[in-house]
């Protein structure tokens, strides 16, 4: 079995039963030899057969995959992975098209109806993928239109029609070609898209508009470097090989078929004052800054930290271009685990993401953990292993530090007021 990157498909007689990819397939299909999960032992026992198919690398694979699931629907890709788990490429129905990753396809974005490319099996992936996309075919991610150029503009990542002091940056055409050439990538038409390119670029030379034949070239340039250097793949790889040691100990702990994103929430306040929420997240169990979020207490009066955990649940729930974690931590124990599945129901999310709600002593050490498969009995942390409770612990220690940071940040703030 070679180690080149590609998708596999397990199948029965003419069914296919799972579609996955790997970016180095003989490492992946070894897993399979003696798998943990019940799932997949019954899936290996009904299969007749594995065929392999190659791709460049890994981005090509996660797009080959996501056009085998969509054509096949194989029954282990949904019995192992719930719909919102997926990731899916959104573009906005609107006159100009923003985009966003999103695991509800058929949800809308400020009232603008969306269409879905995918489903993607790696949310983290397909982000890179259009953050290189983008270098090459700028498009816009701006929420509210607004009077200045935004960084993206200056960074040559957004065109500027999201300006209102610069009209003229509308060009709709160029736009919805630069939005309809991601759509061709992300549905595995590059060669399609590349071939029409050069036909463009040869025509604008041939017309003298050489400033186009010279942008045409250096976008077909850009888009061969995606796809070949292996320095633009290496920060796909690199989370997965640096993951922390502790993410395995825990998922094996909580007996999770995966943890991969992990969302801690912590409240600071004196007295309800300068009340503020955090939300650190843990890929992998590594830290990702880029996706920490910040929340200051609207609706809760006083002291009342599990109605404040409730606000701040709610207001994340909300945003579904935001990936749903895998696991939520939180400061408490019966009380706030029970706070925090009824804002879950609302989203009817209580089965599909577990809760791990961490005590602490007077010293504010944590000691013990319940979790919401067994809400009525703790766990002392001392019985878990010593990487998953280091992992829990850091992890708590960081979402709090992110919450004080933010508290501090506005008592400042009104001092100086």
């Known amino acids: 079995m070679p180690r080149e990157a590609g998708i596999y498909i397990w199948f029965k007689g003419a ?22 999960d019940a799932r997949i032992k019954i899936m290996v026992e009904k299969a007749s057969g594995l065929v392999r198919v190659p791709a460049g690398n890994e ?23 719930d719909d919102k788990q997926y990731s899916y490429a959104a573009f906005t129905q609107e006159e100009f098209p923003r985009i966003f990753i999103t695991h509800q396809p058929h949800s809308k974005f400020k009232n603008f109806e969306i269409e879905s490319v995918g489903p993607f099996t790696e949310g983290y992936t397909l982000k890179q993928t259009l953050k290189f996309l983008r270098r090459t075919f700028p498009y816009c991610t701006c929420r509210q239109k607004h009077n200045n150029f935004c960084l993206n503009y200056h960074l040559d990542r957004c065109p500027g029609f999201c300006c209102l002091k610069h009209p003229e940056k509308t060009d709709r055409r160029l736009y919805m070609k630069n939005i309809n050439a991601i759509k061709d990538m992300l549905t595995g038409k590059k060669d399609t898209l590349i071939k029409k390119m050069k036909k463009e670029m040869v025509a604008a030379g041939k017309a003298h508009d050489f400033q186009k034949a010279i942008r045409t070239r250096e976008q077909i340039d850009s888009l061969e470097k995606i796809f070949s250097n292996a320095k633009v793949l290496q920060g796909l790889n690199e989370r997965y090989e640096r993951q922390s040691p502790g993410i395995e100990k825990l998922r094996e702990f909580l007996n999770l078929p995966r943890l991969n994103r992990i969302e801690c929430y912590d409240i ?18 590594l830290a990702d800054k880029n996706e920490y979020r910040r929340f200051k207490i609207r609706t809760v009066k006083g002291a009342d930290d599990t109605a404040m955990i409730k606000e701040i649940l709610t207001r994340r729930l909300r945003h579904t271009e935001w990936k749903y974690p895998d696991l939520v931590v939180i400061d408490g124990g019966k009380a706030q685990i029970s706070a925090v599945q009824s804002v879950m129901a609302e989203f009817d999310l209580v089965e599909n993401i577990p809760v791990l709600a961490l005590t602490k002593d007077a010293k504010h050490k944590g000691n013990h953990i319940f979790i919401s498969t067994a809400p009525k009995k703790s766990v002392a942390l001392k019985a878990i292993h010593p990487a998953a409770k280091n992992l829990i612990l850091a992890i708590d220690a960081e979402a709090h530090r992110f919450a004080i940071s933010y508290y501090r940040y506005l008592h400042r703030r009104s001092a100086l007021a």
Not at 23 to 32: E, F, H, I, P, V
Not at 275 to 281: D, H, I, N
């Open 15 to 36: 069914k296919k039963l799972y579609v996955g990819k790997a970016g180095n397939l003989r490492a992946r299909l070894k897993s399979y030899i003696a798998p943990d």
């Open 59 to 81: 981005i090509e694979a996660l797009i080959l995959e996501s056009q085998y699931i969509k054509k096949y629907h194989p029954e282990f890709n949904v019995l192992m992975r």
């Open 268 to 285: 600071s306040n004196i007295q309800g004052r300068y009340a503020t929420g955090s939300m650190a997240v843990f890929i992998d169990g």
